[in-house]
Every structure is written in C-alpha cells, then in structure tokens.
C-alpha cells in the first residue's frame, strides 16, 4: 500500500474513533474533512464509507453536534454513491460486510391481509401505491411501524428535520419489524409478529380492520452479509424468526448453515428449508446451545439477535469460543422493562 494510502486509512480510523480522543469532541465536525479524505483515496471508498458511517452514528448517537449546513443524514448516501465498489480496482476483494444507506422514505399503507401462522405468529400484508420503489437489501432490516394517533384515518408520517426524523403533533406510538417479503409488482410486503408478550403495535396486528392505514418508514440502511460463505450461525429468539428465515432464502447451496432459535412454545416452530445445508434446532436455552455449538472450519460469520442481556451473554460467549468480533453481529431488538429497544451489542 502507498504511504498515501497508510496516511489516508490512519486518519479515517482516528476520526471513526474519536471517542477515545475527548479532546476531539469538543465542539463541531465539518464534512469538508470527510469529503477531503474520501478524495485523498478514492479506491479505499468502501472502508472509508464504512468508518464515516461508524463514526457519523457514534457522534450522533452520543450528542456531538455536527455542522447541519454540510452534515446531514444523505451525506453518506452521496458519498456511498461517488465512491462506489464501481470505482474501485477489480483486484479489490469483496468486503464480508457492507453497509448501505438508503435515503429516508416514510410512506402510508393500508392493511390488506392478515394470516396466523403458529399461536404465537401473525403474518400481516401491508399495501398500498406509495410502496412503489421500496428498497431491503439486508435480511436484518428493519423498518418502523408507526401506528395512527387517536382520531386520525392515516398516522402523521416523519419528515427529515435538521438530519434527523421529526413527526408533527403528538408521537405515535412505533415498533421496528424486518420485512419479510415485498411484492414489486403487487406493491406488497409481509411483516411477522411475534404476540406473546403484547404491545401497542402486537395489538394493532390482532385487532385492527382490514383496510386501516398505518405508516411505515425505512429501512435506512442495510447490512449486507455475503454468502459467499463456507458457513453461517442464526442464532436468536422468537423476535429473530423474520430474519433468520429472509436469510435461508438467500443462501445457496454448499453454504453451511446453523440455526438455534429459542422459542417458548413448541407450536412455534417453523419447517424451514434452505438451499443451504440446513441444521436447525429450537431450543429452550440459546445460551446452552450456543455453549455447546462446534463451529466448522473455513470462512463463516455469527448473526443472532433477541433480547438485550441474552444476546450480551451469546457475544461473550462465542468471543471465548475464538470467533472473530469482525465477523459476528449480534442485536439486541428488545429489552426487559423498555419500550421500542434497538442496540447493536458490541458496536463502539
């Protein structure tokens, strides 16, 4: 690599890790720096991207104020899009892991069928014309559910305000859920709920009238997982169903995958199949299970998400079995005692 080069990934690592320089944080950032250093070194564009977007979440998420008037929620669009994997060397291996910004869309549909799968499963289809163009390209996506106010026919939807979401009048009440199936021709797509332990949105799901609007919004962003794997682990609770089973759908053959999911009731499980060479089990301790997995040999990534302790306690314990931290995501997408919790376990 050239000297520039070193000098270029060296400074974009101190910015993506600003946290650990307090005197660093003091006041604003301005994206002419970022834009300067994406120009430095065009050809390192995906890992440049990637530790902005690192870095721009850590700021934001830890109340750096950024310049509003050149930092704002598409800047890592723009420079996703300047910087693509097309302008880079064809040598360049693809990356494990890419993330994907998708420019904030918030939209009104209207409920249009509602199927149970399992007793503790409800599969809903949400339509509607405005669902033309929607983009998931990450298995773990999420997007946000956002429920009508009281006494209104459709939810007041958000807006980009100063670079972040802003809803008009009283906030609604919104859960985040992984899109399972969209339907381009049709302007469809299927969400599960998970029903045991309730909610504003659980209750929506069960109880609302064919044809009611509710808003959605996202998904922002993706993750993107090869798989071009030797091997994969899904790991997760009744909330990680949705995902683990969009991602079955994408491996192909010759790919190993391993999949434990903790359920409470046996009624729940899934008859899943998958091009990829499938071991499945539904356990009643994730954590056992994960204890006594003997992951294979060759190139593979952990995914697992559920709620927020156990997941702590699955990190912990596949960190002791050797798996790489780089090549493991594991999420949080609930929390005892905490209302529409999202947190990735481990991120810095």
């Not at 929620?73 to 994997?85: A, F, G």
């Not at 007793?119 to 997007?143: C, I, K, N, Q």
């Not at 993750?223 to 091997?231: F, G, H, I, N, R």
């Not at 050797?322 to 999420?331: E, F, H, I, P, Y």
Request: aromatic share 8%.
């Amino acid at each position: 690599m050239a000297a520039l080069d070193q000098r270029f990934l060296r400074t974009v690592w101190v910015f993506a890790d600003m946290h650990q320089y307090p005197q660093f944080a003091k006041g604003q950032v301005g994206a002419h720096r970022f834009q300067a250093l994406a120009h430095a070194c065009a050809k390192n564009a995906q890992q440049f991207v990637q530790r902005i977007e690192d870095f721009y979440g850590y700021m934001k998420g830890h109340g750096v104020r950024l310049l509003t008037d050149s930092v704002n929620e598409d800047i890592i669009s723009r420079l996703y899009q300047q910087y693509s994997k097309d302008t880079m060397p064809t040598d360049t291996p693809a990356l494990l892991v890419q993330r994907i910004r998708h420019p904030f869309v918030a939209r009104h549909v209207q409920l249009l069928a509602r199927e149970t799968l399992s007793p503790g499963f409800v599969r809903l289809t949400l339509g509607g014309p405005e669902l033309a163009g929607f983009v998931s390209t990450g298995f773990d996506d999420h997007v946000k559910l956002i429920l009508p106010q009281a006494g209104q026919e459709k939810p007041n939807l958000p807006a980009i305000v100063d670079g972040r979401p802003h809803i008009e009048g009283a906030r609604p009440a919104m859960r985040d859920y992984t899109p399972i199936c969209y339907d381009a021709d049709m302007h469809t797509l299927q969400i599960d709920f998970a029903v045991h332990d309730g909610g504003p949105a659980v209750d929506w799901a069960l109880q609302a009238p064919l044809g009611q609007w509710v808003g959605l919004a996202g998904p922002r962003g993706s993750m993107q997982v090869s798989t071009d794997l030797d091997w994969q682990v899904l790991l997760g609770d009744e909330t990680a169903v949705p995902a683990i089973e969009r991602r079955l759908t994408e491996l192909p053959a010759g790919t190993h995958a391993i999949v434990r999911v903790q359920i409470a009731d046996p009624a729940d499980q899934r008859a899943w199949t998958s091009k990829a060479v499938l071991d499945c089990a539904f356990v009643p301790s994730l954590s056992q299970a994960v204890e006594q997995l003997v992951l294979p040999a060759g190139t593979g990534f952990v995914w697992g998400a559920g709620e927020n302790t156990l997941m702590s306690v699955l990190r912990a314990s596949l960190l002791s079995k050797g798996v790489d931290a780089k090549r493991m995501r594991l999420s949080a997408y609930w929390k005892r005692g905490v209302a529409d919790h999202h947190e990735e376990i481990g991120a810095r």
